[in-house]
């Protein structure tokens, strides 16, 4: 046994409980949190009364006391509430700030491993839905690739199907959220519920977190909606005072650090929940009856690739798709169309998205793009490039012929291309 | 003779005439507008009063007379007004749908070809300074590559060098524009004016075109502030009531059509312009004495690599110099990170930025962040990526150890780094 849990045993500490520390003359006081896996082994981590959690290391010689035994929240533990009145949600953990922890060896934030924990981070969900929660893996989200976005749709459909949940919601790393949020999008049909993937720009344990009203809110949104999509909910402005309700397929991370990171871009919000009120503002898919459905065959042998001036011809590789990010309307330089010519001609699917982020592609505008289109390259609308990304991986692993493709990828699958630019 | 010219020399029309065309029953009017290099040689283009021009492919029974002769056109043409009284600049034509033509054979547009008609096209400038204009070259500029922007910056100093211009306008495609915007912020030393690129999103054969108020305003800026910096002027809304003054280093296109396409990021402009009045909104370089130095000297072995979910190890090339463009805070996925490490070690300079486009990279605060400076990736604060690409090239050019490359990547040298976020 640790010199850690041997003196917890010894006061008899535990979870919860409110407790100080003595070592070399110094007091720390506060709430003894989990241990977490990451942390060495006789780190005790406490959180102070400002919300910050700090982690002391232990000897034989450190004296622990117990202040006050954390009661209240043992018996909320002990029984999870199930009320037959309400709709049951599940939440699906996959890590990300929204469940982190902070590794003290290294003062960097890790992910937490307990969907239980994340529930009740925010207990008042109780009085919106019962909880399923379980944990599908553990990532921070620049770690997720195209088999866990399969895993998870998988995940998905069977909480709707075996469980009959009114909706799922699932926590995830804020990184690569939308390229979940579009994967999902495309392989998940006749959604019987919402989809929620819900996250946190600033962890837990800091106090301008906001990971509680986005996991609230994400619950409201999954047990009192009538949507059928996969959507995002983030903050909606750097206070507390909304969130926003994306469609998957038509929102990204537009800052590193703010805590409405989050757009939608080319498209009004599908929504917004202020106070506990949901307020639904456009147009959206509603819950279908019977299965939901998984079509998650992706072809992964497809790459972005961002032009800039002095982009070589070998700096474009063989592949089975390629997604560009070209510059305005669409354009890259014309001594590249050789190049992409030569890849079309070889069975490379090619289209086109812009850098600018916000827009429309029209590439019958400038002589290069009408070259460009010429050869083959496949205008991707208002797309966004990394949903654009998502959608090629999906549809050449769902057609072969060239022009099934090009019909796939200029038809409207699941809300990614709009009828017309909101701000043309 | 082409049949065009000499019907039209029959009837002694000249470019600036109000004409009506008469073919097959059908009669055009509208003003006579310079033939075009790109146009089928038979084709009359005609400027009609709604602001379109279109193109009328004439033959021996097409019928031509003149309604009115464009004299006051002609007369201005003749003398280029010069008043000792007022400041000069230089036009110097680089391109760009700013100086555009249709090209009626496609219905495409390109690039125009007389940096006079350039000035011309916005008489009014003559009211505010002198005017000298020539063409540099004439590209799309998607097209454009270092070595036009060495060239520019060459040419950009021999103005103010040679010919004590108080500033010099380049009219450019948007495509590209922030790019070479970020490379003359780097070539060019101790400025004595500014030098302000100017595009357009409309052409100016359009009703709605902003090359008239983007090119007035312009001009306005290079001949009467005291900038002493490479800024891009570019509306800012989307009616004509005020353009904006934004630094080259910290502008990015960020909408394929909308005219106020251009915006400043992680900073405020440096300024608007609203009817014919600058104001100037933070600090900015004040002009230099003395001679502008060219310090050109790039490595074009550089690329800009966008990460994305199920990114291969064998996806990033072996170069001098790569730019990352990372989720969220400056992260790539863990498997990347041996062989950016390979890479590293064998003398890559390697850089992070954010496709979140705004905010800062901090690769402090997750694991995978601190993993990847502890191989030596060098995180760019808040630069743009395409700006970080430049200036990597100029660095790279400039210093071979790696702790002054590192040094120089993360020092201020032309206003890349700012040094806070303006929206934290």
Known sequence: MSIRKEILERVGAKEGDVIRIKKKGKTYEGILMPHHEFSDENIVTIKLKNGYNIGVEVNRDTEIEILEKGEEKERLKASVPFDP?????????????????????????????????????????????????????????????????????????????????????????????????????????????????????????????????????????????????????????????????????????????????????????LGIVSNGEIKLLQGYRKREEGEVLVDDKMEKDVSIMYFYPGMEPDDIPRKKGIVLMGTGLGHVSSRLIPRLKELIDDGTTIVMTSQCIYGRVNMNVYSTGRDLLKIGVIPCEDMLPEVAYVKLMWVLAHATDMEEIKRLMLTNLAGEISERSYFA
């Open 85 to 269: 009145e309400k709709k049951t949600i599940s939440i699906l953990g996959t890590g990300g700030t929204i469940a982190c922890y902070v590794d003290y060896r290294t003062g960097a934030v890790h992910p937490a491993y307990s969907a239980d924990d994340l529930a009740f981070s925010a207990p008042e969900i109780f009085d919106v839905c019962n909880v399923r929660a379980r944990i599908v893996y553990q990532l921070l989200s620049e770690n997720m690739e195209v088999d866990h976005w399969r895993r998870l749709a998988r995940e998905i459909a069977k909480e709707f199907n075996g469980n009959a949940v009114s909706g799922v919601v699932v926590p995830h790393g804020t990184d690569t959220m939308s390229y979940t949020a579009a994967a999902l999008s495309f392989m998940l049909k006749n959604l019987t519920g919402p989809v929620v993937l819900v996250g946190a720009q600033r962890s837990s344990d800091r106090p301008s977190s906001d990971a509680y009203q986005n996991l609230l809110d994400a619950a409201l949104v999954a047990s009192k909606t009538d949507i059928g999509e996969v959507v995002v909910l983030m903050h909606g402005e750097s206070s507390d005072s909304y969130t926003v309700i994306h469609r998957g397929t038509k929102v990204r991370k537009m800052h590193t650090s703010r805590r409405d990171a989050f757009k939608s871009i080319n498209v009004p919000p």
